[in-house]
Every structure is written in structure tokens, then in C-alpha cells.
């Protein structure tokens, strides 16, 4: 063997040696090399010493929002006006019942006020057809005598919900009033003969309003009224 095939010989194992040195034996258990199409792992959130958050402790935490009473602010939960107003709503889902007492409180005012004028047009629209015939006959007697009202409407102070009920079809609804009022009759002279002209006066009615569920006609009628205490 020559010099120079030693020579080659001594460099192959040097090369060999390196490459060892370099990559190592596979043992079978190295990781493979990560994808890189592989997610990256996201990064450890910092504590709240280092990001300057404060921790709300469990204690106080907001309390889940609680579910209000289908009729709050109009009737008590599981009371026979509720369970009146409940019924109403299953055959008329448009049905809102703050809205109808918005509407009750104009339509007593209109009422009121249409009666002391002796409007029966308007009363014709908003009475069922007894109570219209009731109020027309008042005005006739009053017509008959010489005399006139003058109302003042001063305020609404309360109007809540004392009955509701569904008899059928028709869905009745009762409402009380109470209301402060300036009213004075007067004869055919303009003699003050019921009431003052200068005097506010406390006034409670209960009446009550119905609809006809079944008729597309969203508007309620008065069909009966009392003086309350």
C-alpha cells in the first residue's frame, strides 16, 4: 500500500468522524422537525403584575341580569290581573299593556272632555253602543234644561290595571283613574249651579274597555263606568 492511498484513507476517516461528531446516531426517539404550515404555539399570557390588570375577585363579579316579570310595573307575578293580561296576550300577540294604559289615559281625558261639550260624534267612536246611548241621553236631559259644563283637566295622577280577563272573544279590561279636575255647571243664566270654576277637585272612575280580539280593529271601547271611592 502506497503513500498516498494512506493518505486518502486517513482523510475519509476524518470526514466520517465529523459527520458522527455533527449529526449524531438516531436513537429513534428525536423529535421531528416542526411543519411549517404547523400552528405556533401562542404565548403565555403575562400576569397582572406585569400588565398592571386588576383581577376582579368572584365576589365581585356583577350578578347575572334578572329576568323582570313578563307584566312589571302593571300587575303582580301570578296575580288574576296578570293571568287576565297573560290570556289577552295569547290570542292578540300585539297586545302591550303599558301601551294600552297610555291609551286608556287619553281616551278618559277625551271622553271627559267630549262629554262636556256634548260631542257625540266623538263619544259614538269611543263608547260601546249602551254607554254611547247612556251618554247621549245625559247630554239630551242637560240640552233640555239649558245647561252647560266646563271641564278642566288638570292632571291624571294614577291609572292602574283592577281587572283583566278574556270572556270569549272579548278581551275587558277595567282601569282606575285618579285624576284632578276643575268642573262647573252652569243654567241658562250662567249661574254656577254644580261645581266651581276655580276649584280643583279629586276624582275617581273605574271604568272598563273592551276589544274584540277577533276583528282586526285594534281599537278598545268604553263599556262600562262607576264612580269610585
Given at each position: 500500500m502506497d503513500v498516498t492511498t494512506l493518505v486518502f484513507m486517513g482523510l475519509a476517516a476524518i470526514v466520517v468522524w465529523r459527520l458522527w461528531a455533527v449529526?449524531?446516531?438516531?436513537?429513534?426517539?428525536?423529535?421531528?422537525?416542526?411543519?411549517?404550515?404547523?400552528?405556533?404555539?401562542?404565548?403565555?399570557?403575562?400576569?397582572?403584575?406585569?400588565?398592571?390588570?386588576?383581577?376582579?375577585?368572584p365576589a365581585h363579579e356583577p350578578d347575572p341580569?334578572?329576568?323582570?316579570?313578563?307584566?312589571?310595573?302593571?300587575?303582580?307575578?301570578?296575580?288574576?290581573?296578570?293571568?287576565g293580561l297573560t290570556a289577552i296576550a295569547a290570542v292578540d300577540p300585539a297586545f302591550d299593556a303599558k301601551e294600552f294604559l297610555e291609551g286608556a289615559r287619553g281616551a278618559y281625558e277625551m271622553i271627559v272632555t267630549a262629554f262636556a261639550r256634548g260631542d257625540r260624534t266623538m263619544l259614538r267612536d269611543l263608547l260601546s253602543r249602551d254607554v254611547f246611548e247612556g251618554f247621549a241621553a245625559a247630554i239630551a236631559d242637560r240640552e233640555k234644561r239649558g245647561e252647560t259644563i266646563?271641564?278642566?283637566?288638570?292632571?291624571?295622577?294614577?291609572?292602574?290595571i283592577e281587572e283583566a280577563e278574556l270572556r270569549g272573544k272579548s278581551a275587558q279590561i277595567t282601569v282606575r283613574f285618579q285624576s284632578k279636575l276643575?268642573?262647573?255647571?252652569?243654567?241658562?243664566?250662567g249661574t254656577i249651579t254644580d261645581g266651581a270654576a276655580d276649584k280643583v277637585v279629586d276624582v275617581t272612575d273605574?271604568?272598563?274597555?273592551a276589544r274584540d280580539t277577533g276583528q282586526r280593529d285594534p281599537n278598545w271601547k268604553l263599556i262600562a263606568t262607576e264612580s269610585g271611592q
Open positions: 449529526l449524531g446516531t438516531r436513537t429513534g426517539q428525536e423529535q421531528t422537525p416542526p411543519s411549517r404550515f404547523a400552528r405556533r404555539p401562542e404565548p403565555l399570557p403575562e400576569s397582572p403584575a406585569e400588565t398592571g390588570t386588576i383581577l376582579n375577585h341580569e334578572v329576568v323582570k316579570p313578563r307584566w312589571a310595573g302593571i300587575a303582580e307575578p301570578d296575580s288574576d290581573v296578570a293571568q266646563e271641564t278642566t283637566f288638570v292632571s291624571i295622577d294614577k291609572a292602574t276643575i268642573s262647573a255647571t252652569r243654567d241658562r243664566q273605574i271604568w272598563t274597555f
